[in-house]
């Protein structure tokens, strides 16, 4: 079965750089979340869109914004990076007309440096 | 705001062993989720827990959701290594909102 597919996988990038990450999410699922999971924590909502608009927003800092597209794949671009956005960053899709069951994708590993 | 703790933060066992976390909610929950994390992975959708002491089983994992809605439990009987890895909890409060995850409890099962 098709999963959720982020890219890129690993990013290396300088304090004061930009990042794009990007989220495919399950064909079909309409509704995409971003989270962020730092070393031995717990994965932190940041951003959710259904249907191509914001549907709800949690500790996102406001170097970083985030869109769906028309084809439903999500970005997030982060700007002005520190060092404390290192993180994992997953992606996740759901069917929101029939489940809320959420889907992970494998996640992008950022580091800055 | 509202915290999502478990406990134990780490367990050790050995394989054949029972395991148990636990999962607290500072407020009400609309619905409790589990998700398990394997060392390096992402987040797998295990179950979901939607009435007021509801209990549901799979294969050696039984969750229950409390009474109060305000915490839930997820035992393993029999660990096995490849039980291995972070189990979360976490609160969806409902259609397209985000999910508010527990600390999670790191279980390590060696043989």
């Known amino acids: 079965a098709a999963g959720v597919i982020q890219s890129p996988r690993h990013l290396i990038k300088e304090k004061r750089e930009t990042a794009t990450l990007k989220c495919y999410p399950i064909p079909r699922h309409d509704t995409v979340y971003w989270y962020q999971q730092g070393p031995g924590q717990d994965p932190q909502f940041l951003i959710s869109?259904?249907?191509?608009?914001?549907?709800d927003k949690g500790s996102i800092p406001d170097r970083f914004s985030a869109q769906q597209f028309s084809d439903y794949h999500s970005e997030l671009n982060m700007s002005s990076l520190e060092l404390g956005d290192s993180a994992l960053y997953f992606c996740?899709?759901?069917?929101?007309?029939?489940?809320?069951?959420?889907?992970f994708g494998p996640g992008t590993r950022l580091t800055v440096l | 705001g509202q915290q999502v703790m478990q406990i134990p933060q780490y367990q050790h066992v050995q394989e054949g062993e029972d395991f148990t976390t636990y999962c607290n909610s500072s407020t009400t929950l609309s619905n409790i989720q589990w998700y398990k994390q394997r060392p390096g992975g992402h987040p797998v959708f295990l179950i979901q827990l939607v009435k007021s002491g509801e209990v549901k089983k799979q294969k050696r994992l039984t969750f229950q959701f409390g009474e109060a809605k305000k915490n839930s439990s997820l035992h393993i009987t029999a660990t096995q290594t490849t039980d291995v890895g972070t189990y979360f909890c976490a609160d969806n409060t409902g259609t397209a909102s985000k999910l508010t995850f527990g600390t999670g409890t790191r279980l390590q099962v060696t043989l």
């Open positions: 869109f259904y249907e191509k608009m914001q549907s």
């Open positions: 996740a899709s759901s069917l929101d007309s029939s489940t809320d069951t959420q889907y």
